[in-house]
């Protein structure tokens, strides 16, 4: 990296977040982490990836659900930061139910979190990234943004509607050096994974065990889980200067899941 950039991680204090935060904090970014957590329960991971990495890292509550947050969110990471040149909306949440079991509530809450937070919090840096002609959004968006599969209506929806979220911002940032791009991972073994694990099992009346065999890891041609460190390495490149004219694509990393 030959310019000091800052980041903004949402969702960044578990799983992939958090393995973003620390890649892009390693390449020498400061970093502003976000979960809904309070600032105390957050403070030993702040400090940790702070002193790994040498860099000013900082972390403020946002409920992702409340665009008033959201924006507050931005305004607080440009205020003590100095600027976002780097945008990752991975916040996200899931839930695995039946189409006529569904719970609107979940429905809701998934389609605010994992698609319009990201485009609060797109809206809220996009004009200060153009502006000074250099910004990276990077969408973490999954392999159903590219593909369905049963049970998750909303995530489903949610993911599909990012990546066209991704094509649009790639669209209006274009000509202002602005790129935006949606890593579609396959399973990754994070909390959110392990919490569908039980789900998945009820949902299909079958063992925990032939859950991540025959379901998890089913479509995963290399039957491996993706690791977050994979992701921190691509979101690390997406923000350097070598990934200029990458910018409205869907990167699946998903070991061949969309190859058949
Ligand atoms: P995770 O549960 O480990 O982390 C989710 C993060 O989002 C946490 O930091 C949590 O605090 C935050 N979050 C949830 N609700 C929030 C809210 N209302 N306000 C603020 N923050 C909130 O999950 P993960 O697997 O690391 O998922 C991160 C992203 O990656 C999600 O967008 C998810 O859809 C996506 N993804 C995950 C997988 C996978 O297999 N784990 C695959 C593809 C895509």
Known sequence: M?????ALVT???SGIGLAIARALARDGMDVMLNGSRPEAEAEPMRAALAAQTGRRVLY?????????EIRALV??????LGSIDVLVNNAGIQHVEAIEHFSEERWDAILAINLSAAFHATKATFEAMKRK???????VASVHSLVASP???AYVAAK????????????EGAEHGVTCNAICPGYVLTPLVEKQIPDQARERGISEEAVVRDVLLAAQVTKEFVTVEQLGALAV????????????????????????
């Open 60 to 68: 403020r509550a946002a409920d992702m659900r409340n665009p008033q």
């Open 237 to 260: 490149f997406l923000a350097s200067d070598a990934a200029a004219q990458i910018t409205g694509a869907a990167l699946p990393v998903d070991g061949g899941w969309t190859a058949r």
């Open 160 to 171: 599909h509607g990012l990546l066209g979220l991704t094509r649009v911002v790639a669209l």
């Open 11 to 13: 969702g960044s204090t």
């Open 2 to 6: 030959t310019q000091h950039r800052i």
């Open 133 to 139: 002609g250099w910004g990276r959004i990077i969408n």
């Open 75 to 80: 305004e607080h990471s440009r205020r003590e």
């Open 151 to 153: 049970y998750k209506a």
